[in-house]
């Protein structure tokens, strides 16, 4: 199988083969052996002293290991490897520096994490990125509240992973300019409400999450509805100061202008009929907390206006009181227009506007992201399953391909929808392309076409060649196995990593995003 393996994957064989070291020029840039204690002139990345930058590589393994140091050195960096934790801080220990650390999170007994942890208390300043092949919220935002300069997912774009160290290199030098720690804001341990996806897009979510927590400064998340945006204001809440405060939501589209006044700003007894109590509006109700506006574009004109002055005084009146109440609320607003153009149309007001972008935060479509289908179909199963007491039930290939190639205009909330629609009727043990809501198969349809036909002679009928071969097997593999990832390697002969990679390779010269399952 090693020899049928080699052929069919003849690049990263290739990849496999590079010699852990390199002593020659390549192509005018300057390449350091492992363990290269003096480093030599690089190719413009150089560290005070005129030595080029010097990156330790954590990695367990070997092809994924060597593959980064090759990228690094070819960068002009003076690159050390390590195959794990523990390697990596006898290198410290001895009295080895390094300029930033670039780690894989799952490895061995020490996961990168407890890496960056260690780091971290050695040199808060020495700049630490993340990969892992498992990309999701929690680890996204634990790192980056941690202290990581980043973490990507694999398999990881070269280009990306150049310019974030490169990125990682200008922050260090601004902050030894300044000459001053940037502090370190400890990782919370609350869940992240529920937000499910490992594309690269929700990766950059992720992260952005982690950054936007730390403050207390309004923000704006702007998506179609339907692709959670009251998910992500949770788990800004959650991951924030304010975690152990309320977290009120409330729908600007749900009211009319009277009640929704009432409802933000609370009334006083008799301020008007039926108002026969006092009652604390939800700016009072999540004080010391987060209050979530959805649809803030549906506010109309006059309550605009009174939005504006309790963001920029931070206090409120009750409907029929005269007293002002001052308040401590971290405001997170939603919308699916374009207030850009709603303001431009005199319908939503700009100071506002500037009041509640302070941050911003845009969820992709989940078109934009369809390699989170799977993943999601996965969680919306598990859940109805419990709710209803019984076993998840299995889902064809089949149908998580009609699925992938729906157009889903209702986003998230039409694909939880359909899931547990096709959960209804499904039989006990396994969920069928027949199963799935007719509009969403017509859909699917109509949106691309239905796969060729796959089998040993359907693969070689039209002698293709070697690569569009390799293509056409993988395929057939992960059709067999149902998109299990794991054992379509194990199948083929090679880790999981090359199959990240051969996916990626193959996706890219589509024209496609790369496959960021980590499934």
Same mark, same amino acid.
């Given at each position: ?13 290739? *990849? ?17 052996? /492992? ?7 690089? #190719? ?27 990228? !690094?050195?070819?960068?002009? &960096? ?6 794990? #934790? ?17 780690s894989d999170v799952r490895m061995g007994e020490m996961d990168g994490m407890s890496l960056l942890a260690e ?15 498992? %990309?999701?919220?929690? %680890? ?10 980043? &973490? ?13 160290? /490169? ?35 929700m990766l950059n979510v992720y992260k952005m999450v982690g950054r936007i927590a730390r403050s207390s400064a ?15 204001? +949770? ?6 100061a304010r975690a152990r405060g309320p977290f009120v939501a409330v729908s600007c589209a749900a009211m009319t202008? *009277?009640?929704? $006044? ?16 006092? @009652? ?6 999540? *004080? ?6 959805? $649809? ?6 006059? !309550? ?12 409120? @009146? ?37 009041? =509640? ?8 479509? =989940? ?6 289908? #799977? ?13 209803? %007491? ?25 694909? +939880? ?9 499904? /039989? ?12 969403? #198969? ?12 796959? %089998? ?16 056409? &097997? ?6 067999? *196995? ?17 199959? &990240? ?7 890219? /010269? ?10």
């Amino acid at each position: 199988m090693t020899g049928l393996t080699l052929r069919l994957f003849p690049s990263f064989a290739a *990849t496999a083969s590079v010699a852990p070291t390199c002593t020659a020029p390549l192509d005018g840039v300057v390449c350091a052996p /492992s363990g290269f204690e003096h480093p030599v002139r690089g #190719s413009g990345m150089e560290a005070v002293g005129g030595a080029p930058e010097r990156v330790l590589v954590v990695e367990d393994d070997r092809v994924a290991r060597q593959l980064a140091v090759e990228v !690094m050195r070819l960068a002009g &960096y003076a690159t050390t490897e390590a195959e794990c #934790s523990e390697e990596a801080l006898s290198l410290f220990d001895r009295g080895d520096k390094f300029d930033l650390v670039l780690s894989d999170v799952r490895m061995g007994e020490m996961d990168g994490m407890s890496l960056l942890a260690e780091l971290q208390a050695r040199d808060p300043d020495l700049p630490v990125i993340l990969l892992t092949a498992f %990309g999701d919220v929690e %680890g996204a935002i634990a790192a980056t509240q941690a202290g990581a300069n980043d &973490y990507l997912a694999k398999p990881f774009n070269l280009e990306e992973l150049r310019q974030s160290v /490169s990125r990682a290199f200008e922050r260090r030098r601004l902050a030894q300019q300044r000459n001053q720690a940037e502090s370190v804001p400890e990782p919370t341990a609350s869940p992240a409400s529920g937000i499910v996806g490992r594309s690269a897009a929700m990766l950059n979510v992720y992260k952005m999450v982690g950054r936007i927590a730390r403050s207390s400064a309004p923000v704006l998340v702007l998506g179609e509805s339907g692709t959670g945006k009251e998910l992500v204001a +949770r788990a800004v809440h959650a991951h924030s100061a304010r975690a152990r405060g309320p977290f009120v939501a409330v729908s600007c589209a749900a009211m009319t202008e *009277t009640l929704l $006044e009432s409802e933000l700003f609370g009334h006083e007894r008799g301020a008007f009929t039926g108002a026969d109590r006092q @009652r604390r509006g939800v700016f009072e109700q999540a *004080t010391g907390g987060t209050l979530f506006l959805d $649809e803030i574009g549906e506010v109309p004109p006059k !309550m605009q206006a009174q939005l504006l002055r309790v963001l920029q005084e931070n206090e409120i @009146r009750r409907v029929g009181g005269t007293e002002p109440i001052q308040v401590d609320v971290r405001v997170v607003a939603a919308t699916n227009r374009d207030l850009d153009e709603e303001v431009r149309a005199g319908r939503f007001r700009e100071d506002l506007l500037f009041r =509640l972008r302070v941050v911003s935060l845009r969820l992709p479509p =989940l078109r934009e992201r369809p390699e989170d289908i #799977s993943p999601l179909v996965e969680h919306f199963i598990a859940q109805a399953a419990k709710r209803e %007491g019984r076993p998840p039930p299995s889902i064809s290939a089949e149908a998580v391909e009609v699925l992938r190639r729906s157009p889903w205009p209702g986003n998230v909330r039409e694909l +939880r929808n359909a899931v547990e629609r096709a959960l209804a009727v499904a /039989s006990p043990d396994f969920i069928l392309a027949s199963d799935l809501p007719a509009e969403i #198969s017509g859909a699917a349809e109509q949106a691309e076409p239905p796969p060729r036909e796959f %089998g040993l002679n359907a693969i070689i009928a039209d002698r293709p060649t070697l690569a569009v071969l390799e293509r056409r &097997y993988v395929d057939l593999v992960l059709t067999l *196995t149902h998109g299990n990832k794991k054992r379509a390697a194990e199948i083929l002969g090679i880790d999981r990593r090359t199959l &990240y990679r051969t996916l990626d390779r193959d996706r890219a /010269s589509d024209g496609e995003p790369g496959d960021n399952d980590g499934a």
